[in-house]
């Protein structure tokens, strides 16, 4: 007769003592994993070329926040396939906290632009927080005689389809601001797209469109040397840069309010704790002046969000994309 398992012999009280204790044991494990958080290089995506503000926001913070963090920061640009081929690296990585993707409004605009996209951004992918924004401006080429917005929209509304825009491309946060404007205004302007701010702002000196929307940061120095005239911009106050310029709001557009922005996201289900660590630390950073200044110095204004606020944020930016891409017809099958 074979000798009995020697598992047989033991009560089931036993059992299932064993069973509790090995998960007990794994649990404090994961537990003590969390709190040593980090304990090798966080790699830090970017879905985009070096340049731009994907790249600086992660390029500026990174000094700063692997002092805080104790672990080097790794950033590595990953351009082909933009925010779907990034976002989608960064939603299947482990949840752990070591792969973060550096966030600019595609990853509001992929979530009603792309269809069948093969991740939901706000499921698949977690806020930590938003770093800061660069308004938008409506500005017009040298040639236009356009002195105010009003009188743009007036000239707009009596010839339908005369004007033109320059783009950085179908889709892009420049051109659904745009696209959000002429909802807004009632105006038919025609969309000529290029690849790229710099072929659209070319084009705009050149006087081969009649307007463009551009972040501060891209039509600045253009602005300064008189190149091209801003008629309004798309943040809720008024910029130290340009305190003539009204906003939006004030030319009577109250839902007018769109910028280009960076901000930090990590894989979804990541734990609240790590979560909590990589928000506390980026908050530190951005309270450290020379890391703000850096910031300025590129045109982003910091306008810290922790992951709750970042969260909510999102949503709202989601929403307004995809009245853009609607009204514009710019969905992609």
């Known amino acids: 007769m074979p000798a009995p398992h020697p598992l047989e012999d033991r009560p089931l009280n036993s ?3 064993t069973a509790a204790l090995a998960i007990l044991l794994a649990w404090g494990a994961a537990l003590a994993q969390e709190s040593r958080y980090p304990s090798k290089p966080i790699r830090f995506i970017v879905a985009s070329q070096p340049g731009g503000i994907a790249d600086m926001t992660p390029r500026l913070l990174a000094p700063r926040l692997q002092e805080g963090l104790g672990q080097p920061i790794v950033i590595e640009n990953r351009p082909g396939g933009g925010i779907v081929s990034g976002g989608e690296t960064v939603a299947r990585a482990s949840p752990d906290g070591y792969t973060l993707l550096s966030a ?3 990853v509001a605009i992929v979530q009603s632009m792309v269809k069948d996209l093969s991740f939901d951004p706000r499921r698949d992918l977690a806020p930590v927080s938003l770093i800061g924004v660069i308004p938008n401006l409506v500005i017009v080429a040298p040639n236009q005689q356009h002195r105010t917005l009003a009188e743009l929209i007036a000239y707009a509304r009596a010839n339908p389809g005369k004007l033109n825009y320059s783009s950085t491309g179908a889709g892009t946060a420049v051109h659904l601001s745009a696209e959000l404007f002429k909802h807004y205004a009632g105006v038919n302007i025609v969309h000529v797209p290029f690849k790229g701010a710099a072929a659209a702002m070319t084009a705009l000196l050149a006087g081969t469109v009649d307007m463009t929307v551009e972040t501060l940061s891209s039509s600045i120095s253009h602005i300064r040397s008189g190149k091209t005239r801003p008629l309004a911009v798309f943040s809720a106050q008024r910029l130290a840069l340009l305190p003539e310029v009204p906003t939006m709001i004030e030319s009577g557009y109250k839902d007018l309010e769109m910028s280009a922005w960076g901000g930090v996201v990590t894989t979804g289900k990541t734990p609240q704790e790590i979560i909590a660590r990589l928000d506390s630390e980026i908050g530190k950073a951005l309270g450290h ?5 850096s910031y300025d110095k590129v ?3 910091v306008r810290y969000m922790g992951a709750r606020e ?3 944020f999102w949503d709202a930016e989601i929403a307004r994309f995809a009245l853009a891409i609607k009204a514009s017809g710019a969905a992609k099958d």
């Open 310 to 312: 970042f969260g909510k």
């Open 15 to 17: 059992l299932l003592h």
């Open 104 to 106: 600019t409004p595609q």
């Open 289 to 293: 002046q020379p890391t703000a200044a």
């Open 299 to 301: 045109g982003l204004s």
